[in-house]
């Protein structure tokens, strides 16, 4: 390639040993006493132990490397050396180094910060090595799934965020003024023009970013976060749950290929992850009622503020985390609870021909607390029966115009399902709380940096 | 795979000649008289002939051959046949055939429609031959430029969309409520955070929906777009020239390679993408002044309402369409012209050490009145000078405070540009118009479907 790469990275230093080579960076940590300076610099792509011998180095040089503090962005030039006793197994031999800027009271040192005060200086906080671990895993589960679908014939076709129409109600939808045209939305997923595109391409993913005006403090929960949406005509309740055991495979033995020094860095247990391996687990959602009840779980509901708990479980409820991590108690891989009660599921979903009471509808929980990763369904193909539910749902039928005639040309089965990213990635690196998981978090009480 | 392939797509008939196989898919057209019928088969990853023998086939099935409509959705079970004669050189010797459903009063049929009708109708016009090969073409530019950043050592960095600052002024943003903190606004631009990854991760980007509060109403604007923003520490301005084109000669030869039947669909005439190799043509600002100035060519401006030329360009001014197409009249590949007047660009662009009046920005245009496709510069690394510029522009100092940071912690010489994928794609398909080129284009007077 061109003359831009004239410096090499951490990353791949492996290549360069015995050579003298120039690297960009800043600094990690610094100790030493008499001749002998060691910088940790990091680049980004790792982290390299740099030796300065007073005898190789001007003495305006070695005067220099002794006054180098944390975050002071260097250049150094040495000779790569393999090293047992270095960490990462090289080392250089510095044969000169320039300072771009000393750096003078970087705010987070290596003592303990609250994460108050680190989300606060969330620019500066993504160079710790546990938050520099988690983006690359991200990056990596991004990768993964643009791969998989790439791979298996998908073709990208990108939802609008700025839509007309609420999905699922404007209740929890940020809304801004669009010209003359009135009121626009933000998307809160681009499940109905995946259908049409779909119908258009065969197999097709949406992917970007999507949007929730909920209140909600939980660890689980971000107003802006990324979905992974794909759709596909022809596909039925279990082509669609195949696929998604198949993506979320593929996803977490991806990382543990090419993630092993991130999860090393963050102490992750992989052997919890090596475990995701295909089929996972299916019931079905009365099943899972009866499990409920067997076990004593019962229904927890606020009434009037206080904490009412209902035994038995009573069929046609919604799960909550508590039901939701009960269940997984049993389980070290993911398991997938389909046909759910058509009372409690979005209106585009199709009913179960065999049992009008539950729609085919699935939801895929991760193990270790993971939470709901995967929401997905087979979509309503009659026309009628979705016009029936659009009505009683008291959607405006003008804006369901287009979304309905893809029920009258030439209307097949179809499925899909959506992946929430930073579910994904909470689970994989192990990390506490959603926040640490995006570069930038978004939370309703939360906005910068 | 899994259960769920039970069916093939015609892009992989080839593997299956001599074998039976089921296709699902649409009903593009049809043909016949007395015992033969041909039905041309799209299921969005291409188009088949199904050839129907009336002997082959039970009677009430060739009936229903007969009454195929336009879109009717269809599967089809036969034998795999290499042809000649037949379109794509393989056709299905169909032994049955079922309906999904008979589609009544296509509304767009093979005559031609207006762009207004079918823009209404967009989530069937994407099934269309030629806006089908568009959004392939997209799709693969999308995979083009992840591949190529993926493949270059770069980590995806999501930047936030819902923004509380306002990176170029909020007259050009939308707005809305975020809970109790006041008004977010739709990020143009994701740059600012990528200079933060960037210097966390070495060298990064940040690919998803930008948006314009714009009214404009040209060929070449939406409201919603996608773009690609990659951002490099220890990067100057001429590696971001190098690495700009670098990126755009990948994605043009990658479609090249990928895309031989969208381009031919779309008759695009591929021996001047052909001609896309670096090194590209570059110039500076002041440079591009002299041309105008050699050829006459005037800077024109709306004074009063009424459009007026003057002679001769002053330098000091910004291009538009007819300096850009008049420059470019003489190039068969992309130009950069570097290094514009301080004045006309962004506050975050670092001066010239050479000359104070200009900044090391660029952009870089298309041959065949592509228009400006790239635009980026080597950021201002300075903490005074960068400070001033926020002051002397009347930014909100405190909304600032962390990307001053980035500054103060060992700041470091850093660039990068944003791609428009719009632009590129509706360069490398021909397409007319912007519009054809985003599955749900958003425009100042359109937000619907």
Chains 1, 2 share one sequence.
Not at 41 to 50: E, F, N, S
Not at 54 to 74: A, D, G, M, P, R
Not at 94 to 121: C, M, R, S
Not at 421 to 427: F, G, L, N, P, S
Request: one cysteine or more; charged letters at 30%.
């Amino acid at each position: 390639m061109s003359a831009y790469k004239s410096f090499v990275y951490v990353e791949e230093i492996a290549k360069y040993v015995g050579e003298e080579v120039t690297l960009n960076g800043w600094v990690y940590n610094t100790r030493g006493k008499g001749k002998l300076q060691f910088v940790l610099l990091r680049d980004g792509t790792g982290v390299i132990q740099c030796v300065a011998f007073k005898q190789n180095l001007s003495e305006e040089v070695f005067e220099l490397t002794k006054q180098l503090t944390q975050e002071s962005s260097i250049k150094v030039i040495g000779k790569v050396v393999a090293s047992e006793k270095a960490p990462g197994g090289f080392e250089i031999d510095v044969t000169d180094l320039k300072v771009y800027q000393l750096a003078v009271d970087y705010p987070i040192t290596p003592k303990e910060h609250g994460v108050e005060f680190l989300i606060n200086q969330r620019h500066l906080w993504l160079r710790s090595s546990r938050q520099h671990a988690i983006m690359r895993v991200r990056a990596a589960v991004m990768k993964a799934i643009r791969d998989f679908f790439d791979g298996n014939g998908f073709k990208l076709m990108d939802s609008p965020i700025l839509t007309p129409n609420a999905c699922e109600g404007t209740s929890t939808l940020f809304e801004t003024e669009y010209f003359d045209l009135g009121k626009a939305y933000l998307s809160q997923s681009g499940q109905l023009y995946a259908e049409a595109t779909a119908l258009a391409l065969g197999k097709v993913y949406t992917f970007g970013p999507a949007f929730r005006a909920e209140r909600s403090k939980t660890r689980k929960h971000l107003t802006e976060f990324w979905m992974v949406e794909p759709e596909m005509a022809f596909f039925e309740l279990n082509d669609d749950m195949d696929l998604a055991e198949d993506l979320v495979e593929y996803i977490v033995q991806y990382c543990l290929k090419t993630c092993q020094k991130e999860l090393a860095t963050l102490e992750r247990d992989i052997t919890k992850l090596e475990k995701v391996r295909r089929p996972f687990y299916r019931m079905s959602y009365t099943e899972a009622v009866d499990w409920l009840v067997k076990n004593d779980v019962p229904l927890t509901k606020k009434v009037d503020g206080e904490d009412v708990e209902i035994r038995p479980f009573p069929w046609g409820e919604d799960f909550g985390t508590p039901q939701e991590e009960a269940i997984m108690e049993q389980f070290d891989k993911p398991l997938i609870i389909h046909r759910y009660p058509t009372d409690i599921k979005a209106f585009y979903m199709k009913r179960d021909p065999q049992n009008e009471k539950v729609v085919l509808a699935m939801d895929m929980l991760g193990p270790e607390k993971a939470g709901e990763i995967i929401g997905g369904s087979q979509r309503e193909d009659n026309y009628d029966l979705l016009y029936q539910r659009i009505i009683h749902e008291n959607l405006p039928e003008e804006e369901f115009k287009w979304y309905l005639d893809l029920r009258k040309y030439g209307s097949v089965p179809h499925s899909g399902f959506g992946l929430g990213v930073e579910r994904v990635v909470k689970w994989i690196t192990g990390a506490d709380h959603i926040r640490e998981v995006i570069p930038f978090p978004r939370m309703s009480y939360r906005i910068a940096p």
